[in-house]
């Protein structure tokens, strides 16, 4: 079985441009979640999203979009770049079955696309 | 609101001896625990997974973390480190009715020394 897709890994930016970014989940699963990870900030929640509708978000400035496709692939954008949002950004997967099921927290991690602001 | 801490930033270990990196938790009721592994230039790797009964919990690559309520901790342990297991160890919490929604601990990086 195919383990998460993350594309582009790499990606040069300057300020005030946007990116899109892609992440294809393990077939069958149906929950992606996003997560910016940072070596000052760590890991940070930026959304999930299940059965393409949005299910959590987190702090994160409206600048910070994202979408899920009816076959789970999902993109996030980021409108009007600041240097500050040079990060790594994770795309996870995971069956996404509600509270109280097995695999609650069991998520499935892409390798991550490297976004640098200049 | 639920949340983790990993007190240590990084240790190094030599290549044989036993390895504990400490997670304490905070939340109201009993938690989702997890134990996440990243070794560099990569995604993260669930290592193990806490959400009641036995309070030790087997994992892979011959993990074990031990939840203790009375001190809010669920501790990973290996009892002899392998130069493999060098990496980032990331403490994570579900947040009640948050359903994937996972929140990490700032992580602690392992060094092994020969």
């Known amino acids: 079985k195919a383990g998460v897709t993350q594309t582009p890994r790499y990606l040069i930016k300057t300020r005030g441009q946007q990116v899109t970014l892609s992440c294809s989940p393990i077939s069958g699963h149906r929950s992606v979640s996003w997560y910016q990870q940072t070596p000052g900030q760590g890991l940070q929640f930026l959304f999930e999203y299940f059965s393409e509708t949005q299910r959590n978000k987190g702090n994160f400035p409206g600048r910070f979009s994202g979408r899920q496709f009816s076959n789970s692939r999902s993109e996030m954008n980021v409108s009007t770049l600041e240097l500050g949002d040079s990060a790594l950004y994770l795309c996870a997967s995971s069956l996404g079955l509600g509270q109280g099921f097995p695999n609650v927290g069991k998520l499935f991690f892409g390798s991550g696309t490297q976004l640098s602001v200049l | 609101a639920q949340s983790v801490t990993q007190p240590d930033i990084h240790i190094t270990v030599s290549e044989g001896a036993s390895l504990e990196l400490r997670c304490n938790y905070s939340y109201g009721a009993t938690p989702y625990l997890f134990w996440y592994v990243q070794s560099p230039g990569q995604g993260l790797q669930l290592l193990l997974k806490y959400f009641s009964g036995d309070t030790l919990v087997q994992g892979i690559k011959g993990f074990e973390a031990e939840f203790k309520r009375s001190q809010s901790s669920f501790n990973l342990r290996k009892p002899s480190v392998h130069w493999s297991d060098a990496a980032e160890y990331f403490c994570?919490?579900?947040?009640?009715?948050?359903?994937?929604?996972?929140?990490f601990g700032t992580g602690t990086k392992l060094q092994v020394i020969p």
């Open positions: 994570a919490v579900v947040h009640s009715g948050g359903y994937q929604k996972v929140t």
